[in-house]
C-alpha cells in the first residue's frame, strides 16, 4: 500500500500538476492538504474517472484536506475532535481496507501559527494538543494507524538549509518542536528520518527569493507510523523533483509504502 501525502496549494491552481503526478507515481492513497475549496467545488469526477474514491473537507479561499484511495475506504470522519468551536477544515480521517490488511489514514494541515506570539500560535499548541490526545486514542487500539501532512514544524535545525533564518518562527520555536516531540513520544516512528538520517532532505521551498534554484528548503511534511505500521515499513521517500515542475506547488510529496 502507497501512501502519500502531498501539500497541493489549491486544487484550481494544480489541477493539472496534480492530475500528472497521480498518473505517474500512482500511489494508492493520497492525503492533500490545502486544497482551498469547498466540498462541492472540488473536481471529485475527475479523479472518480482515474479510479479514486474521493473524500473532502473544504473550506473556501483556505485551508482543506481529502483523501484519494484507489482502495476502499469505511468509517471516513472530519475535524479533529476536542473543540466543537473550531470551524477550520484541518483534518481528515479514514480507514483504508487494503489486501492484507486495515489501515487507519489521518490526513493533517496543522496550523503555521506566525506571527508568534500571538493568537494564531496559541491556536497551533492547542491544536497539537488536541492532535496529542486524539493520537493517543487511536493508537490505544493497537492497529497501523498514519498521522500524515503538512505539521508546519521543522523538528530540528537538520531539517532546513539555513536553520538561524527560521530561529524565531512558529514552525521551529522550542514550543512547537516540543510538541511535535511529544507526539513521537506516544510511541510514533517518523518514516523519513527512519530511513534516511542524511542533511539536506526538504519538503518545501518558498516562492520566494530562488528558494527552490538555492536548494533553500525546509521538512514541514510527515508521516507518523504506529508502531504496526511502522512494523509494515516497506520504504519511504520525498518526490523532490516535482517542485521544479511547471506551476508547482511549494510543497512536495512524501510517501512512504506498507506491507498492508
Known amino acids: 500500500m502507497k ?22 507515481f500512482k500511489p494508492d492513497v493520497a492525503l492533500l492538504q490545502e486544497i482551498k475549496s469547498v466540498d462541492e467545488g472540488f473536481p471529485r469526477e475527475h479523479f472518480e474517472d ?3 474514491r474521493v473524500e473532502t473537507h473544504g473550506q473556501k479561499g483556505f485551508n482543506g ?10 468509517d ?57 490526545a486524539h493520537a493517543r486514542g487511536l493508537l490505544a487500539e493497537e492497529a497501523p494507524l498514519v498521522l500524515a501532512g503538512d505539521y508546519n514544524v521543522i523538528p530540528q535545525d537538520i531539517d532546513a538549509a539555513r536553520p538561524e533564518v527560521w530561529r524565531e518562527d512558529a514552525l521551529a520555536l522550542p514550543q512547537s518542536r516540543a510538541a511535535f516531540r511529544r507526539l513521537l513520544n506516544l510511541g510514533l516512528t517518523e518514516a523519513i528520518r527512519t530511513r534516511m538520517a542524511q542533511p539536506g532532505l526538504y519538503s518545501f521551498w518558498d516562492y520566494q527569493a530562488g528558494a527552490w534554484e538555492k536548494n533553500n528548503g525546509i521538512r514541514i511534511d510527515h508521516l507518523l507510523l504506529s508502531p504496526q505500521a511502522a512494523d509494515l515499513l516497506i520504504d519511504c521517500g520525498i518526490e523532490k523533483d516535482v517542485r521544479g515542475r511547471e506551476k508547482p506547488s511549494d510543497h512536495v510529496p512524501v510517501w512512504i509504502e506498507l506491507d498492508a
Open 3 to 24: 501512501i502519500a501525502s502531498f501539500n497541493i496549494n489549491g486544487i484550481k491552481a494544480r489541477f493539472e500538476a496534480l492530475s500528472v503526478w497521480l498518473e505517474e
Open 76 to 132: 471516513v470522519s472530519r475535524g479533529l475532535p476536542g473543540d466543537e468551536t473550531d470551524e477550520q477544515a484541518r483534518w481528515i480521517e479514514a480507514t483504508v481496507m487494503g489486501d492484507k490488511r486495515a489501515v487507519r489514514v489521518c490526513g493533517l494541515y496543522l496550523p503555521n501559527g506566525n506571527p508568534a506570539p500571538g493568537p494564531k500560535y496559541d491556536y497551533k499548541l492547542a491544536w497539537m494538543a488536541r492532535m496529542e
Open 65 to 74: 484536506v481529502a483523501i484519494l484511495s484507489r482502495l476502499p475506504l469505511e
Open 50 to 52: 482515474m479510479g479514486y
